[in-house]
């Protein structure tokens, strides 16, 4: 029987050329188009590989990014005066990247907000005591799929289908490593992926571990974070999921 990983992408194409664009330190106003087009189809490529739940918005963004690309590959119309300046075929695209940018940024203002008050509820449960947290601590945020993708492309520069096919159809070998991502998580607080990848014997083990991390991630039973933007991601369990288990 085929294991396949069902993993739902709350994240969008505007997402994923936000992360393209801030990724590589591209000028947002002057994106490469033929660079961002060619990156986008190879994680959107990738994406349909592992069956993740890809919407159709990600495939109408790859058809307007194609036609960019087109029209900019058209030679300019020697006939128009200098007054009449072709407007840049980018110019909508990049009104609405930078409009979804604005609002990103307010979500996830909001977003820290909750968590804050989250956390003060949180140590008013565990203890009476005060807790102050130590500011020299280092402070995670959550990764996305995206950050997970390039990754997995890091460690696996080529990526052959027939790998995927042999990994996805042998259902032990990805329970086997949710097995072992579990038991490491019960004796340390986190993993980094990056060096779970590093100890796989081979390809195949690395395509499994990244399956697993897929899995856990939608069974809600682990989350993936960073500390600094495409920084190394890391692994630690889901408290909330295990409060749910425990009052359960």
């Known amino acids: 029987m085929a294991y396949k990983v069902k993993l739902d992408i709350f994240e969008g194409p505007l997402d994923l050329l936000l992360y393209l664009v801030k990724k590589d330190h591209l000028n947002i106003y002057d994106i490469p188009i033929a660079k961002v087009t060619e990156q986008y189809l190879a994680y959107l490529d990738l994406m349909q590989l592992l069956e993740l739940n890809i919407a159709g918005e990600f495939l109408v963004m790859a058809s307007t990014l194609m036609q960019i690309k087109s029209r900019m590959l058209l030679p300019r119309d020697e006939a128009a005066t200098q007054e009449e300046e072709e ?137 993936v974070c960073q500390s600094r933007l495409f920084g190394d991601i890391v692994i630690t369990r889901n408290l909330d999921n295990i409060v749910i288990y425990e009052r359960g």
């Open 87 to 223: 407007p840049d075929p980018r110019e909508e695209l990049v009104q609405r990247l930078l409009e979804y940018q604005r609002f990103k940024e307010v979500a996830s203002e909001l977003r820290q907000r909750e968590q804050k008050q989250r956390e003060q509820f949180r140590r008013k449960i565990s203890s009476m005591t005060p807790v102050e947290r130590d500011e020299s601590e280092e402070v995670y945020f959550e990764a996305n799929i995206f950050d997970l993708i390039n990754a997995f492309t890091q460690a696996l520069k080529d990526i052959p289908r027939e790998l995927f096919y042999e990994v996805i159809k042998d259902e032990f070998t990805v329970e086997h490593k949710i097995h072992d991502i579990l038991h490491l998580l019960l004796n340390e607080d986190m993993l980094n992926l990056n060096q779970l990848f590093s100890k796989a014997k081979n390809k195949l083990e690395i395509i499994a571990t990244f399956l697993a991390v897929l899995e856990l991630i939608r069974l809600k039973e682990i989350i």
